[in-house]
């Protein structure tokens, strides 16, 4: 049983930084994918990114492409997220999942099997 954990939100002003990480135990971040996704209220659950087993490739949404980065620790078995240039619409609860489901799906979080209860980023000018 996978069982992941979020930390690093907290609330932050327009144009700043925040780097959010996902720690894994009963599981491998390196056999397995693991994908950043945000919901914002009212919304679904949103595609942010994702690094796939297959070929250890990052994949990104493209509302943060360019701006956010997903980075692996194998060592720690944890899974970051670097944001920058942050927006108010980034605004949301971001959730570390783990899926190991083929490339042409990891961008819906109906493929995910596990989940993180999620971490709170709070955008404000």
């Known amino acids: 049983q996978v069982q992941l954990v979020e930390s690093g939100g907290e609330l932050v002003q327009t144009g700043g930084s925040l780097r959010l990480s996902c720690a894994a135990s009963g599981g491998s971040v390196r056999t397995t994918t693991m994908a950043w996704f945000r919901q914002a209220p009212g919304k679904e659950r949103e595609f942010v990114a994702a690094?796939?087993?297959?070929?250890?490739?990052?994949y990104y949404g493209d509302s943060v492409k360019g701006r956010f980065t997903m980075s692996r620790d194998n060592a720690k078995n944890t899974v970051d997220l670097q944001m920058n240039s942050l927006e108010r619409e980034d605004t949301a609860v971001y959730y570390c999942?783990?899926?190991?489901?083929?490339?042409?799906?990891?961008?819906?979080?109906?493929?995910?099997?596990?989940w993180g209860p999620g971490t709170q980023v709070t955008v404000s000018s």
């Open positions: 690094i796939y087993k297959g070929n250890s490739h990052t």
């Open positions: 999942g783990a899926t190991n489901a083929v490339l042409s799906t990891i961008r819906r979080s109906s493929v995910y099997n596990y």
